[in-house]
């Protein structure tokens, strides 16, 4: 990965870059701006989201995985391990159904039975814009499209998804899992996040909610990624007032650069 001028790692072909750690920087990946913000639980270093991002032999693929691994210590180790090493092998392939089936049956294999994590992948085609993604039990991410100037959440479309194939992983060897294909226009947002931002709670125990996320999405910038990423993480925080943080909290934003 290499430091621009302004502060921003680009990521080389090839590259793979993530964990479980405390992070904050701003990247660029084939065709996106991104804002990556990981933090962990005090006072641990390390929790159990997991995120990577990586690009393609070619630089024209950019791949984006946001997982929440319930447990701690060995069991989010080895889901890490598991987890760079599917993302490393399939690193050249835009399908994901390979990598999702490996995920699934690497979680499935180094958790214990009260275990599990879910997921969201999502592989980015600079070229023609298009993203493919399967959401594996995970929060749907917020999605603000330029041209009408609305967020929403995306979801999968597919007519299956009251079947079993979008179950968190590790709980069902052999699960199969849809993949999704959307347009992603230039100016477009998408915004990752954990359950530490959804069940943020206030003073008084009342949790942030769907809902309420929603609302604030109404008011985040939509001028770049790491600006609109930054002001959710600062609406969460002033909704918790003096509440601490109860979970790790995570946020990858993720916005197709405009071209000039």
């Not at 889901?79 to 090493?85: E, K, P, Q, S, V």
């Amino acid at each position: 990965m290499v430091e621009g001028a302004e502060g921003v790692y680009r990521l080389a072909c090839l590259e793979l870059r993530g964990g479980n750690g405390s992070a904050s920087y701003a990247a660029e990946l084939p065709g996106l701006e991104a804002w990556i913000h990981c933090n962990p639980l005090h006072p641990s270093t390390r929790g159990g989201d997991l995120h990577y991002v990586s690009a393609c032999s070619q630089g024209v693929v950019a791949r984006v995985v946001l997982a929440d691994v319930a447990g701690h210590g060995e069991a989010v180790s080895a889901a890490a391990i598991g987890l760079y090493n599917a993302l490393r092998e399939h690193v050249d392939h835009w399908d994901q159904s390979a990598l999702i089936r490996q995920l699934n049956e690497s979680f499935f294999q180094v958790t214990k039975r009260a275990q599990y994590a879910t997921a969201f992948l999502a592989s980015y085609y600079s070229d023609s814009g298009e993203l493919l993604f399967t959401n594996a039990g995970h929060l749907p991410p917020l999605w603000y499209r330029a041209s009408v100037g609305e967020w929403n959440l995306l979801n999968e479309s597919t007519p299956l998804s009251k079947e079993i194939l979008d179950l968190p992983l590790g709980l069902i060897a052999g699960t199969g899992y849809s993949q999704t294909a959307v347009q992603i226009e230039q100016g477009d947002l998408l915004l990752l996040y954990t359950d530490g931002v959804t069940e943020a709670s206030d003073e008084s125990g009342e949790q942030l909610g769907m809902a309420r996320l929603l609302t604030i999405a109404q008011s985040l910038p939509t001028d770049g990624a790491a600006s609109a990423g930054q002001a959710l993480l600062s609406a969460v925080k002033t909704f918790r007032g003096t509440a601490p943080a109860a979970d790790d909290e995570t946020v990858i934003s993720l916005q197709r650069r405009l071209r000039v």
